[in-house]
T-cell receptor, first 116, second 115 residues
Framework: SQKIEQNSEALNIQEGKTATLTCNYT??????LQWYRQDPGRGPVFLLL?????KEKRKERLKVTFDTTLKQSLFHITASQPADSATYLC???????????????FGAGTRLAVHP | NAGVTQTPKFQVLKTGQSMTLQCAQD?????MSWYRQDPGMGLRLIHY???????DQGEVPNGYNVSRSTTEDFPLRLLSAAPSQTSVYFC??????????????FGAGTRLSVL
């Protein structure tokens, strides 16, 4: 079955640096890959989506890459700020779901701490 | 728009008790789902619905029931609570379909403890 690996250790970086988070998966590539942000005590919030035929997607200070050969997605936050501190989840949309429903498979998330 | 609203925010149950977690969305989304989140694990799908009157099981359905009588509401019932059901429960809705239409909008969660 499909599995997702995100670094379980927290990522600590200095303000202003680029944070890079990794999402690795096994087996076959998803049709889409999504990234969410989750703050303590809150539900996840969607950030970016990338298709399997796209190499890179950008939104403001965020960038996502998708390498189907390596079976990996990287999530970058440039010029990081303390307000970016949160847990970031990746999710695979496998597509072709029965009855039209496409299940998402979520990683456990990586906690990012940006220090002033 | 309120988005996805979950109630209650916190709940403590004794083993064997039953309860219903409420979920409502005001975005006219076709799809609704229930997930549970445990430490060190990804969100796991419990049950989902592709429209009113249609529900199906997810990855971890045992001990839970759902129904979808309206587009807006998708309650989750715990039939006989067990300590293993101690978790944070999230309800989510999505417009439906592949890609951007499958972006999940989550509620704030219900933190459940079963003693």
């Amino acid at each position: 079955s499909q599995k997702i690996e995100q670094n379980s250790e927290a990522l600590n970086i200095q303000e202003g640096k680029t944070a890079t988070l990794t999402c690795n998966y096994t087996n076959y590539s998803p049709a889409y890959l999504q990234w969410y942000r989750q703050d303590p005590g809150r539900g996840p919030v969607f950030l970016l989506l990338i298709r399997e035929n796209e190499k890179e997607k950008r939104k403001e200070r965020l960038k996502v890459t998708f390498d189907t050969t390596l079976k990996q997605s990287l999530f970058h936050i440039t010029a990081s700020q303390p307000a970016d501190s949160a847990t970031y989840l990746c999710a695979l949309d496998m597509g072709n779901g029965s009855g039209g429903y496409n299940k998402l498979i979520f990683g456990a998330g990586t906690r990012l701490a940006v220090h002033p | 728009n309120a988005g996805v609203t979950q109630t209650p925010k916190f709940q403590v149950l004794k083993t064997g008790q039953s309860m219903t977690l409420q979920c409502a969305q005001d975005m006219n989304h076709e799809y609704m789902s229930w997930y549970r989140q445990d430490p060190g694990m990804g969100l796991r799908l419990i049950h989902y619905s592709v429209g009113a009157g249609i529900t199906d099981q997810g990855e971890v359905p045992n001990g839970y029931n759902v129904s979808r009588s309206t587009t807006e509401d998708f309650p989750l019932r715990l039939l006989s609570a067990a300590p293993s059901q101690t978790s944070v429960y999230f309800c989510a809705s999505a417009p439906g379909g592949l890609g951007a239409k499958n972006i999940q909008y989550f509620g704030a969660g219900t933190r459940l403890s079963v003693l």
